[in-house]
């Protein structure tokens, strides 16, 4: 693989990294298969894996700690925080005390004495940013973390950290990790320049759209009922149309869809890797398998030409709504007890 800059870390990441979130009871609960997985990546050149607490309360950690030993100092580890561990209110956000908390029960279950990229998993509005800044600046200081980064912010909130770092004298986000595939272009139009601006990688999660850029979801064919239920975007007609032009595309190119959807994803200059989530070998040697495909300038035409530039169609069921689309009370004003 030919390796990327993380932004401008200096930090050397292969441009498909592996993702552990299918690692344990959220997916697969072999570990023994889970670690033959990592290492068959490793092997194969990727050199970034990402995972977090959240993804089967910890076990996924678990997992790829296991699975680094004796192989750690190859490896460019990310991690994350803010997603809920616990049924208690105090185990969750982006604070001092369950940022402090948290690392240190990640680096246990990794089985290390540091991680390459800690990410706060979604941004927490009921914390200052300032606030999450300073803990992570001195978790770098001490040397548990080596380099701090964001998940799913939207642009205004990467400027404003930015901002608040330089300002207060504190590590800056150097890495954002937001959706990004086909079906969903939106942070083309300001995710994306920002953090070109600020010198910062991306690290895009669901190149294949959670899956509808397999090939395996077709409009008007069987597709697996329990992900339909928990997914409302494989239900999404104009998604599903979109992809029946795409894997027109695809065919016509001698492409598979999913290689051409994760080409198209490394493909933007400012993004650094995207995360594949194998649950299975055959998965991993399935997408390996495109790792070379390079899509040229005609065949990125007729994608722009399928979906434009800066749009999404439709919207993934994980992705972050800020409260101020959440919360009604946000947007509307109060009535005057007066009012008719």
Same mark, same amino acid.
């Given at each position: 693989?030919?390796?990327?800059?993380?932004?401008?870390?200096?930090?050397?990441?292969? &441009?498909?990294?592996?993702?552990?979130?299918?690692?344990?009871? /959220?997916?697969?609960? $072999?570990?023994?298969?889970?670690?033959? *997985?990592?290492?068959?990546?490793? =092997? @194969?050149?990727?050199?970034?894996? !990402?995972?977090? &607490?959240?993804? #089967?309360?910890?076990?996924?950690?678990?997992?790829?700690?296991?699975?680094?030993?004796?192989?750690? =100092?190859?490896?460019?580890?990310?991690?994350?925080?803010?997603?809920?561990?616990?049924?208690?209110?105090?185990?969750?956000?982006?604070?001092?005390?369950?940022?402090?908390?948290?690392?240190?029960?990640?680096?246990?279950?990794?089985?290390?004495?540091?991680?390459?990229?800690?990410?706060?998993?979604?941004?927490?509005?009921?914390?200052?940013?300032?606030?999450?800044? #300073?803990?992570?600046?001195?978790?770098?200081?001490?040397?548990?973390?080596?380099?701090?980064?964001?998940?799913?912010?939207?642009?205004? $909130?990467?400027?404003?950290?930015?901002?608040?770092?330089?300002?207060?004298?504190?590590?800056?986000?150097?890495?954002?990790?937001?959706?990004?595939?086909?079906?969903?272009?939106? *942070?083309?139009?300001?995710?994306?320049?920002?953090?070109?601006?600020?010198? /910062?990688? *991306?690290?895009?999660?669901?190149?294949?759209?959670?899956?509808?850029?397999?090939?395996?979801?077709?409009?008007?064919?069987?597709? =697996?009922?329990?992900?339909?239920?928990?997914?409302?975007?494989?239900? !999404?007609?104009?998604?599903?149309?979109?992809?029946?032009?795409?894997?027109?595309?695809?065919?016509?190119?001698?492409?598979?869809?999913?290689? /051409?959807?994760?080409?198209?994803?490394? @493909?933007?200059?400012?993004?650094?890797?995207?995360?594949?989530?194998?649950?299975?070998?055959?998965?991993?040697?399935?997408?390996?398998?495109?790792?070379?495909?390079?899509?040229?300038?005609?065949?990125?035409?007729?994608?722009?030409?399928?979906?434009?530039?800066?749009?999404?169609?439709?919207?993934? !069921?994980?992705?972050?709504? &800020?409260?101020?689309?959440?919360?009604?009370?946000?947007?509307?004003? &109060?009535?005057?007890?007066?009012?008719?």
């Amino acid at each position: 693989m030919r390796y990327r800059t993380l932004g401008r870390t200096g930090i050397r990441v292969s &441009p498909y990294a592996l993702g552990a979130m299918m690692f344990g009871a /959220m997916g697969n609960p $072999d570990h023994e298969e889970s670690i033959r *997985i990592v290492h068959q990546a490793l =092997d @194969a050149g990727i050199n970034i894996i !990402d995972t977090a &607490p959240a993804y #089967s309360d910890g076990e996924s950690e678990e997992i790829v700690g296991k699975a680094l030993k004796g192989r750690r =100092d190859n490896v460019v580890l990310a991690t994350k925080v803010r997603r809920v561990m616990a049924d208690t209110s105090v185990q969750c956000g982006n604070s001092r005390r369950w940022i402090t908390e948290s690392v240190d029960k990640s680096l246990r279950r990794l089985q290390t004495d540091y991680i390459d990229l800690y990410q706060i998993h979604r941004p927490d509005p009921d914390t200052d940013i300032e606030e999450t800044l #300073s803990v992570l600046s001195d978790l770098v200081r001490n040397g548990k973390i080596r380099a701090i980064g964001s998940s799913t912010m939207p642009a205004s $909130d990467m400027v404003e950290a930015q901002w608040v770092a330089d300002r207060r004298g504190l590590q800056r986000f150097r890495c954002e990790q937001p959706p990004y595939s086909i079906l969903n272009r939106g *942070i083309e139009t300001e995710v994306l320049p920002v953090a070109q601006r600020y010198g /910062m990688g *991306i690290l895009v999660w669901s190149p294949l759209a959670q899956g509808l850029l397999t090939g395996r979801a077709r409009k008007g064919g069987q597709t =697996d009922l329990r992900r339909a239920a928990f997914f409302k975007h494989l239900s !999404d007609e104009r998604r599903l149309d979109t992809v029946e032009q795409l894997t027109m595309l695809a065919e016509e190119s001698g492409l598979g869809l999913r290689h /051409m959807a994760i080409a198209f994803a490394i @493909a933007h200059p400012g993004v650094s890797s995207a995360i594949i989530g194998p649950r299975t070998m055959d998965h991993l040697e399935d997408l390996l398998a495109g790792a070379d495909v390079t899509l040229a300038d005609d065949i990125l035409d007729r994608i722009d030409d399928i979906v434009a530039p800066g749009t999404d169609i439709g919207t993934l !069921d994980m992705a972050y709504r &800020p409260p101020a689309l959440l919360e009604p009370t946000l947007r509307r004003r &109060p009535r005057s007890s007066a009012a008719s």
